[in-house]
């Protein structure tokens, strides 16, 4: 099961053998627990193992393999994050993707180097959403071929970007591009922020930390203001675009291929979130098969409460959801590496493609993660809301990806537009011009869902009610936009009205796609154990799935109310086929103790042992008189006695 979760025997291999190695490195591992820790007791911890994986990283994993990287980041420094997050995640990509091959050869190789750390500066004060209306401005002096950069205004301080605060002396800063008074838009610029012997902020360089976040706290997500800074014009990064000394502009082939790391992101993020999903549900698996409370049976000792219906109905569905996040994550950064190479090759038409399914994705997998997660927490009853289960952090940082990489209902929004351009094909009779992503709208389906009435159907039933729901709601939405504007309405006035229900339109599209992904990966199984288990799994999803937006189907009649019947005995069936495997279904994800960072769900089960211990081990009982109790409380019940 280890290798369908990581894609292959050699990759589950690889992270035992990488675990083993940490597990023997002391020096790597958390030198007391990391909810015990101040924000700057945690930035320093982090600095330190990161400066020594640096050393070591050669010994432990193959550093130019990203999974293994990844694994050995949860497993060493863990979710909330590094003094080098966005050097990974975003600046080296936007490097790699954006500059010249001449620039590359100049920055990339100090950036994978560790000699400079950079980030990528986008959002600010006033504007995150809205890159048309950035403030900051990079404007062209032609006498001195240098680039300006300036923040007119307190809105226009770059406000958010991930270790600009504190770590990074470079960064990729996105500015609006002025030249001879003409706005290009925004573009992206390589910029040094400060001194690299000093650390200290370069003249014109206003930077730091913007304070405390609901989580991800090592990260220093900070604030950056110029005035009038300069950097020389081939600063730009110029593989898509180029501006000649004379102040020749030429622009890139497709008009947002500088967004590109944005993409990125937002194909890599979908496995990281079912990694936490599955990460929030190991511990309270494991607990709920710890932990025993009341009886069914009057007449029999307590159960396990794992074995509540409602416990299993609270985690079973999003295990389900991890393991389907974690395929259609895996088919997406392929697609991904594909389209990007294609890019560099100059063939940028695959890319509205990309964009419409990574902003779907990024948008519902974020959401129903940051849901199973918070079950998870709720699960664990009074101890998932201790930090010795971990869940909250977890949460916390997951949830952050509702956020970042564009706002889920914004990023629904640009799916959206995929969709009603796809609906108008349809309406005009062009069906054959659509994407493979986008097929099933111009297919004609039958009346009625057949889903209990062909029982040896695999799940093609089940594909078709997602497809049938899918196409109806994309086109309802697109015939009420289309309405609008006939009768008078501005575009956007329209759009706007329409937007909730586009966006509806644009989650039933995505969770058909989650669907399709889980069936394409079961049905490549071979081995029939594991192929056992993850139908066993897929059924109750498909089940679960389709309960959850009944009343789109049952709207038009395609499916009835015995249908729904049918479906919900469906879910009750398989959340009792799964209990016996819950436990391993989590275990074959391999956490260890060190990356999850739980008490309560540690393997060894021993929960109220490691609950008792950890709870000891907390800074304010290292003494059993505080000192605010003798400061403040004992005098004042001293004086209410009196
Ligand atoms: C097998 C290997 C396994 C490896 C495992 C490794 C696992 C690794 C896991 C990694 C986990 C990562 C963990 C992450 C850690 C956390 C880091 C957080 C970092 C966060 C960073 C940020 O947040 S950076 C800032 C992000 N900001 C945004 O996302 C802003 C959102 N806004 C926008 O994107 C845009 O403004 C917009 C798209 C909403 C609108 O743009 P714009 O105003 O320019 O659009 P227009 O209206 O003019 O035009 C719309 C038009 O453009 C098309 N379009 C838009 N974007 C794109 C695109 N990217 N590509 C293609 N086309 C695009 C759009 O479709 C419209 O087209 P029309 O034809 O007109 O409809
Ligand atoms: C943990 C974290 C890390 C981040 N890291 C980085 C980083 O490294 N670099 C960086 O540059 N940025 C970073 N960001 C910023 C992030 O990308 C933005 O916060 C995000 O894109 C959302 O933009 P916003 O804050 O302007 O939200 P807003 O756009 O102001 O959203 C507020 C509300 O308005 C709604 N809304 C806005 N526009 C529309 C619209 N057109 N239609 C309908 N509704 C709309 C949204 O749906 C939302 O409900 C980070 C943010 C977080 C939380």
Not at 183 to 192: E, T
Not at 549 to 558: P, V
Request: glycine share 6%; aromatic share 8%.
């Amino acid at each position: 099961m280890a290798a369908q979760i990581w894609g292959s025997e050699k990759r589950a291999r690889r992270r035992r053998e990488i675990s083993a190695k940490i597990a023997q490195m002391p020096e790597l591992h958390d030198s007391k627990p990391l909810p015990f820790m101040t924000r700057e007791e945690k930035i320093m911890e982090s600095a330190r193992k990161l400066t020594i994986l640096t050393e070591k990283m050669g010994q432990i994993i193959d550093p130019t393999d990203p999974a293994e990287l990844y694994h050995l980041n949860n497993e060493v420094l863990g979710l909330e994050g590094n003094p080098m997050a966005l050097h990974g995640v975003m600046f080296i990509p936007a490097l790699s993707a954006q500059a010249s091959d001449e620039q590359q050869a100049k920055w990339l190789p100090r950036a994978l180097r560790r000699e400079i750390i950079g980030t990528y500066a986008q959002t600010e004060l006033g504007h995150g959403t809205n890159l048309q209306n950035l403030e900051t401005t990079a404007t062209y002096d032609l006498a001195t071929q240098e680039f300006v950069l300036h923040t007119p205004q307190i809105t226009a301080l770059k406000w958010w970007p991930g270790n600009l605060g504190k770590s990074s002396n470079y960064a990729v800063v996105v500015a609006h591009m002025i030249i001879k008074a003409k706005n290009y838009g925004p573009h992206p610029f390589m910029v040094q922020l400060r001194d690299e012997k000093t650390h200290e902020p370069l003249p014109g360089i206003t930077i730091g930390d913007i304070g405390p976040k609901m989580a991800y706290n090592i990260v220093d997500n900070g604030f950056l203001g110029f005035n009038k800074y300069r950097i020389p014009r081939t600063n730009l990064l110029m593989r898509h675009t180029k501006v000649e000394a004379d102040g020749t502009y030429i622009k890139p082939p497709h008009a947002k291929i500088n967004y590109s790391a944005m993409v990125h992101v937002r194909a890599y993020m979908l496995t990281g979130q079912a990694i936490m999903l599955a990460s929030a549900l190991n511990i309270a698996t494991r607990y709920s098969s710890v932990r025993r409370q009341g009886q069914i049976d009057k007449s029999q000792p307590e159960v396990k409460v794992l074995e509540y219906q409602t416990q299993q109905h609270r985690l079973f569905p999003s295990i389900a959801r991890a393991y389907a996040f974690q395929f259609a994550g895996a088919e997406t950064v392929k697609l991904y590496e594909h389209v990007l190479k294609e890019m560099k090759s100059g063939n940028v038409s695959l890319m509205a493609d990309l964009h419409a399914l990574t902003s779907g994705l990024k948008s519902v997998v974020t959401y129903q993660t940051g849901e199973g997660i918070e079950q998870a927490r709720m699960a664990c009853g009074g101890h998932g809301y201790s930090m010795a289960s971990y869940i909250s952090e977890i949460y916390g940082v997951a949830i952050g990806g509702c956020t970042y990489e564009g706002e889920n209902m914004v990023m629904l929004l640009q799916l959206a537009r995929y969709l009603v351009k796809s609906a108008a094909l349809v309406k005009s009779g062009q069906s054959s011009k659509l994407g493979p992503l986008v097929a099933y709208l111009g297919v004609k389906s039958e009346p009625t869902s057949l889903i209990d009435r062909i029982p040896n159907s695999g799940f093609t039933e089940y594909v078709k009610t997602f497809q049938h729901v899918s196409k109806r709601q994309t086109l309802k939405a697109a015939d009420m936009f289309f309405g609008l504007m006939e009768k008078g309405e501005k575009r956007e006035i329209a759009w706007n009205k329409c937007s909730v229900e586009l966006n509806r339109a644009s989650r039933l599209h995505t969770r058909l796609f989650i669907v399709e992904a889980f069936v394409r990966r079961v049905n490549e199984i071979a081995d029939i154990r594991i192929k056992e288990a993850l139908t066993d799994l897929l059924h109750l999803h498909v089940n679960y799935e389709l309960l959850d937006i009944a009343s789109y189907a049952l709207e038009d009649g395609f499916l009835s109310a015995s249908q729904l019947d049918y479906i919900r005995d469906q879910v009750y069936l398989y959340l009792g086929k799964i209990r016996p495997n819950a436990v391993s279904l989590l275990d074959s994800w391999e956490f260890s103790d060190i990356e999850l960072r739980s008490v309560l769900g540690r393997r060894d089960g021993n929960v109220y042992e490691n609950l008792f211990k950890w709870a000891k081990s907390s800074p304010l009982n290292k003494t059993d008189v505080l000192s605010s109790v003798t400061q403040y409380l004992k005098p004042m019940m001293e004086k209410a006695r009196l």
